[in-house]
């Protein structure tokens, strides 16, 4: 079945650094979903990418689809106390029609 | 603009009690549905997902069920609630653009306790 691997599961960084996580899976797909989800609220997205070797920004984050098609990353930069939240991965396509699985979370604490 | 609603927001129920969670979206149609359960913050667990009126696909074997009664509205179901069916559950849509499925909408979540 679709497995995704999400890292790291957590993150205790400062205020001002960059972050970066990823999510890899066991099969290709040709859609990556980045979210973000604050506590008590459903997930919002945060950038979606389409395509192979896509590299897509959104203000301070940046996230990009591998060329294997197998991975993503999501990069932070100059993290601000309001990035705290769970960001999860997710893909879509190839043989999963209709189904959308989340990676495990990344958990994302920042001191002021 | 497409909305999704979902309700209530919050539900304590006892153990051995039915459960009806409902969930509708707004302003598309056909849309693929989604229920998800998180538990302590943590990971999206997939439930259920529908692509179609009539159409679920089961994940993960237990004493939930959905349903599709109409094609915009989703039903997470239980007849006897269990402790560990406590967690917050969220319903989301996408749709299917040439054959692709695009970004998920999530609703606001329901906080189930079962006490």
Not at chain 2, 12 to 38: A, F, H, I, K, M
Not at chain 2, 84 to 109: I, K, M, P
Request: charged content about 10%; glycine content about 10%; hydrophobic content about 35%.
């Amino acid at each position: 079945g679709q497995q995704l691997n999400q890292s790291p599961q957590s993150m205790f960084i400062q205020e001002g650094e960059d972050v970066s996580m990823n999510c890899t899976s066991s099969s290709i797909f040709n859609t990556w979903l980045w979210y973000k989800q604050d506590p008590g609220e459903g997930p919002v997205l945060l950038i979606a990418l389409y395509k192979a070797g896509e590299l897509t920004s959104n203000g301070r984050l940046t996230a990009q689809f591998g060329i294997t098609r197998k991975d993503s990353f999501l990069n932070i930069s100059a993290s601000i106390p309001s990035d705290v939240g769970i960001y999860f991965c997710t893909c879509a396509g190839g043989t999963s029609y209709g189904k959308l699985t989340f990676g495990q979370g990344t958990i994302l604490t920042v001191h002021p | 603009s497409q909305t999704i609603h979902q309700w209530p927001a919050t539900l304590v129920q006892p153990v051995g009690s039915p459960l009806s969670l409902e969930c509708t979206v707004e302003g598309t149609s056909n849309p693929n549905l989604y229920w998800y359960r998180q538990a302590a913050g943590r990971g999206l667990q997939l439930l259920f997902y529908s692509v179609g009126i009539g159409q679920i696909s089961s994940e993960v074997p237990q004493n939930l069920s959905a349903s599709r009664p109409q094609d915009r509205q989703f039903i997470l179901s239980s007849k006897k609630l269990l402790l560990s069916d406590s967690g917050f559950y969220l319903c989301a849509w996408s749709v299917l653009v040439g054959g692709r499925n695009t970004e998920a909408f999530f609703g606001q979540g329901t906080r189930l306790t079962v006490v």
